[in-house]
């Protein structure tokens, strides 16, 4: 059974710029969620698909944008990439249903300039 | 809405001292309760969960118990190594709807020889 895999690791951008992360969830795992994880804080929740659809939404602009497909891979979009945008992005896969802990993976490691 | 207080670190211990690190947590409902611990460069590991009250998450001699009428879920650890010098965070998530992960700011523990 393979974990999340998130690419790429690590990514330079420039303000302005737009980025896409992505995120292979573990094997059985049809709901993904993405966080970013600033420097010294916890993640925050950005969003949640479940079976393509986005079914929970935390406290970020429309400018942060995902997709999930139908193998329940998904992309984090950035648009307009602003300095504050720098910082840990973490993907969380898991089964659907209560008390079911999430599986994270290693993380993409951005840095807008 | 749901929020996760620890205490701030950093923290350091001599090898074999005692761990506590203390969390506690609000929260409509009852939700299930975890410790995440974060190595230097790398994603989130589920340390230890607890889904009911009175319940004690266990894990590489970590230890927490949900303690629902102080609202807490306090991480010990007998003995401490070199090898659990990392970052600590406590976390929540809903037992009902989307599994959105609080966390909180996260507690580093350095341990020494």
């Known amino acids: 059974e393979t974990g999340v895999t998130q690419s790429p690791t690590h990514l330079i951008k420039t303000r302005g710029q737009q980025v896409t992360l992505r995120c292979s969830s573990q094997?059985?795992?049809?709901?993904v969620s993405w966080y970013q994880q600033a420097l010294g804080q916890g993640p925050q929740f950005i969003f949640q698909?479940?079976?393509?659809?986005?079914?929970g939404r935390g406290n970020f602009p429309p400018r942060f944008s995902g997709l999930q497909f139908p193998n329940y891979s998904s992309e984090l979009n950035v648009n307009a990439l602003e300095l504050d945008d720098s910082a840990l992005y973490l993907c969380?896969?898991?089964?659907?249903?209560?008390?079911?802990?999430?599986?994270f993976g290693q993380g993409t490691r951005l840095t807008v300039v | 809405g749901n929020s996760v207080t620890q205490m701030e670190g950093p923290v350091t211990l001599s090898e074999e001292a005692f761990l506590t690190i203390n969390c506690t947590y609000t929260?409509?409902?009852?939700?299930?309760l975890f410790w995440y611990v974060q190595y230097p460069g790398e994603g989130l590991q589920l340390l230890l969960k607890?889904?009911?009250?009175?319940d004690k998450g266990s894990n590489k001699g970590f230890e927490a118990t949900y303690r629902k009428e102080t609202t807490s879920f306090h991480l010990e650890k007998g003995s401490v190594q070199v090898s659990d010098s990392a970052v600590y965070f406590c976390?929540?998530?809903?037992?009902?709807?989307?599994?959105?992960?609080?966390f909180g700011t996260g507690t580093k523990l350095q341990v020494i020889p």
């Open positions: 976390a929540l998530s809903p037992r009902r709807g989307y599994q959105k992960v609080t």
């Open positions: 698909y479940y079976r393509e659809e986005e079914n």
């Open positions: 094997s059985g795992h049809n709901t």
């Open positions: 607890a889904t009911k009250a009175d």
């Open positions: 929260a409509t409902g009852y939700p299930s």
């Open positions: 969380a896969s898991y089964p659907n249903g209560a008390n079911t802990e999430a599986f």
